[in-house]
């Protein structure tokens, strides 16, 4: 089955730098990956997502890319804020024999933005 | 936006007895509906998938006998922990596709999860 790998695990970053965070994924079929931000205690919230069709797409200070080919995608937050400190998790979907979102998250990456 | 609630947000339990939790989708139909387990600090591992009158389908290692899941309605799945041991302690997320799936997959919505601890 699909498996989602997720760099690196924690990362620390001053306010305004960028930050960087990179998943691979196994099963070749997979063609929609989200992005999701946890909060301590709260719901992931969908953030940004990409489908295999397209190789990057951009929305304010997130972006994501994804390279079929290598099978890795990644997330590119700029001019990070305080506000941007949480836990993120990609995901994939292993497409095959199934239209549903079963998704298979990384093992998520925490964030922290010092001011 | 879609809104899935699920409820209770937090339930405290003595061992040996079971604990039900639902999860809604608000203002749209969820044919299905998905039923994750997050440790602390760990991923989501998704334990079953809850397809409207149907069985569920259950992950490898995930025992269906423990975690009873019914989707009786296109609005609303439950899942009844039984006989809770401690180590069923962790926090429950459901969620739900808006629309259903299908090849043009849509964004997952998210419950806002519930912590269970099993003294």
């Known amino acids: 089955g699909e498996n989602v790998e997720q760099h690196p695990s924690t990362l620390s970053v001053q306010e305004g730098d960028s930050a960087v965070i990179k998943c691979t994924y196994s099963?070749?079929?997979?063609?929609?990956f989200p992005w999701y931000k946890q909060e301590l205690g709260k719901r992931p919230q969908l953030i940004i997502d990409i489908r295999s069709n397209v190789g990057e797409k951009k929305d304010q200070r997130i972006a994501v890319t994804l390279n079929k080919t290598a099978k890795h995608f990644s997330l590119h937050i700029t001019e990070t804020q305080p506000e941007d400190s949480a836990v993120y998790f990609c995901a994939a979907t292993p497409g095959r024999g199934t239209g549903f979102q079963k998704l298979v998250f990384g093992t998520g990456t925490r964030l922290l933005v010092s001011p | 936006g879609a809104v899935v609630s699920q409820h209770p947000s937090r339930v405290i339990c003595k061992s040996g007895t079971s604990v039900k939790i639902e999860c809604r989708s608000l203002d749209f139909q969820a044919t299905t509906m998905f039923w994750y387990r997050q440790f602390p600090k760990q991923s989501l591992m998704l334990m079953a998938t809850s397809n409207e009158g149907s069985k569920a389908t259950y992950e490898q290692g995930v025992e269906k006998d423990k975690f009873l899941i019914n989707h009786a309605s296109l609005t609303l799945s439950t899942l009844t922990v039984t006989s809770a041991h401690p180590e069923d302690s962790s926090f429950y997320i459901c969620?739900?596709?808006?629309?259903?799936?299908?090849?043009?997959?849509?964004?997952?919505?998210f419950g806002n999860g519930t912590r269970l601890t099993v003294t």
């Open positions: 099963d070749s079929a997979s063609n929609y």
């Open positions: 969620s739900a596709i808006l629309g259903g799936g299908g090849r043009g997959k849509s964004p997952l919505h």
